[in-house]
C-alpha cells in the first residue's frame, strides 16, 4: 500500500469487518487506561508540569485534526473542485472537511482551546463533553475498528478518541478540574458548563438546519426516527427500541443526570475530605 493509498488519496478497496472488542480494541483500551493510572500519579507535581501533560495531549490531537483536514483539502482538489478563495466559501465538501462534525470532533477542539486558555472552566467543559464521546466510541466503536486494512482514517478514529479519553480523565485526576456549582458569586458558577453545552447543542443544530453540510448528519444523535422527516435512522435510538417520545425523554433525562454527575460527585468527594480533615483535627487535639 502506497502512502497515497494510506491516506486515501487513491482509493483502495477496504472490506468492513466487525472488530469490535477485538484484540486491538481491547490493546486500545487498556493503554488508555494505563496512561491515566500514570497520570494520576502526577497529581501532587507542579502546576507546570500537569499543564504541559494536558498541552502535550492537545497539541497531538491538533495535529490529527490538521491532518485531517489536510488530507480533505488534498482530496477535494484531486476530484477537480474549485480551490480559489471564493469558491470554496460556497462549496458543501469544503465546509464537510474543515468544520468538526460529530460531539467527538467537537470534544477534540475543547480539549485544544482548554489546554490554551488553561482554566478550570475550560477543563470542566472540555472533559465533560469528552468522556460522554469515549464512553460511547469504547464500548460500541462504529469507526477505526471496523475496517480490514488500517488508513490513515482508522488511525485518526482510534487515536483522537484514545487521546481524548487520556486528556479528560488526567484533567480530573490531575485536580486541573473544579466541578462545583458555585464557585464564588453567581457568575462565577456552573452557569459557564450550562452555556457551554447549550453552544454545543446550538452548534449541532445550526450544522442539521442551517449548513447542512452532510446529509442526514445527527452530530449528537438527538434527531429521533424520522424527526420533521430529516434524519430516517438514529442508531442509538435503533439499539434501544423505543418509540420517538420515550427516546427524547430518556435523552434529556440521562444528559441531565449525565452532567449533573460530575458536580454530584466532586460535592461527595469535598465532603468526604472536609470530615476525613475534621476526625483529624479532633484526633491530634
Known amino acids: 500500500m502506497t502512502l497515497k493509498q494510506w491516506f486515501n488519496l487513491d482509493p483502495i478497496e477496504n472490506p468492513s469487518v466487525n472488530n469490535q472488542w477485538g484484540a486491538l480494541h481491547i490493546t486500545v483500551l487498556l493503554i488508555c487506561i494505563a496512561?491515566?493510572?500514570?497520570?494520576?500519579?502526577?497529581?501532587?507535581?507542579?502546576?507546570?508540569?500537569?499543564?504541559?501533560?494536558?498541552?502535550?495531549?492537545?497539541?497531538?490531537?491538533?495535529?490529527?485534526?490538521?491532518?485531517?483536514?489536510?488530507?480533505?483539502?488534498?482530496?477535494?482538489?484531486?476530484?477537480?473542485?474549485?480551490?480559489?478563495?471564493?469558491?470554496?466559501l460556497k462549496n458543501d465538501s469544503f465546509w464537510y472537511h474543515i468544520l468538526p462534525r460529530p460531539w467527538c470532533a467537537i470534544s477534540v477542539w475543547l480539549v485544544i482551546i482548554a489546554a490554551i486558555l488553561n482554566k478550570k472552566v475550560t477543563y470542566n467543559i472540555a472533559s465533560m463533553n469528552a468522556i460522554i464521546c469515549v464512553i460511547i466510541f469504547f464500548a460500541y466503536p462504529s469507526a477505526g475498528f471496523n475496517n480490514e486494512i488500517m488508513q490513515f482514517e482508522n488511525v485518526y478514529s482510534i487515536s483522537t478518541h484514545a487521546l481524548l479519553f487520556i486528556s479528560a480523565i488526567s484533567m480530573i485526576t490531575?485536580?486541573?478540574?473544579?466541578?462545583?456549582?458555585?464557585?464564588?458569586?453567581?457568575?462565577?458558577?456552573?452557569?459557564?458548563?450550562?452555556?457551554?453545552?447549550?453552544?454545543?447543542?446550538?452548534?449541532?443544530?445550526?450544522?442539521?438546519?442551517?449548513?447542512?453540510?452532510?446529509?442526514?448528519?445527527?452530530?449528537?444523535?438527538?434527531?429521533?426516527?424520522?424527526?420533521?422527516?430529516?434524519?430516517?435512522?438514529?442508531?442509538?435510538?435503533?439499539?434501544?427500541?423505543?418509540?420517538?417520545?420515550?427516546?427524547?425523554?430518556?435523552?434529556?433525562?440521562?444528559?441531565v443526570f449525565y452532567f449533573n454527575l460530575f458536580f454530584l460527585i466532586q460535592l461527595w468527594v469535598d465532603k468526604a475530605r472536609a470530615k476525613k480533615e475534621e476526625i483529624i483535627l479532633v484526633t491530634e487535639g
Open 174 to 255: 490531575m485536580g486541573l478540574t473544579e466541578f462545583k456549582y458555585i464557585r464564588t458569586k453567581w457568575y462565577n458558577s456552573a452557569i459557564w458548563e450550562l452555556a457551554a453545552i447549550l453552544l454545543v447543542f446550538g452548534y449541532a443544530f445550526l450544522q442539521i438546519f442551517v449548513l447542512k453540510i452532510q446529509d442526514n448528519a445527527d452530530p449528537l444523535y438527538f434527531m429521533p426516527t424520522g424527526a420533521l422527516g430529516y434524519y430516517p435512522a438514529n442508531e442509538v435510538q435503533a439499539i434501544l427500541g423505543v418509540s420517538n417520545a420515550l427516546y427524547l425523554v430518556l435523552y434529556i433525562g440521562f444528559l
Open 35 to 88: 496512561a491515566c493510572v500514570a497520570t494520576y500519579f502526577l497529581r501532587k507535581r507542579s502546576m507546570t508540569l500537569r499543564v504541559t501533560v494536558i498541552r502535550v495531549l492537545a497539541g497531538i490531537l491538533l495535529l490529527f485534526e490538521l491532518t485531517r483536514r489536510t488530507v480533505g483539502l488534498i482530496q477535494m482538489s484531486l476530484g477537480g473542485a474549485d480551490m480559489s478563495f471564493f469558491a470554496l
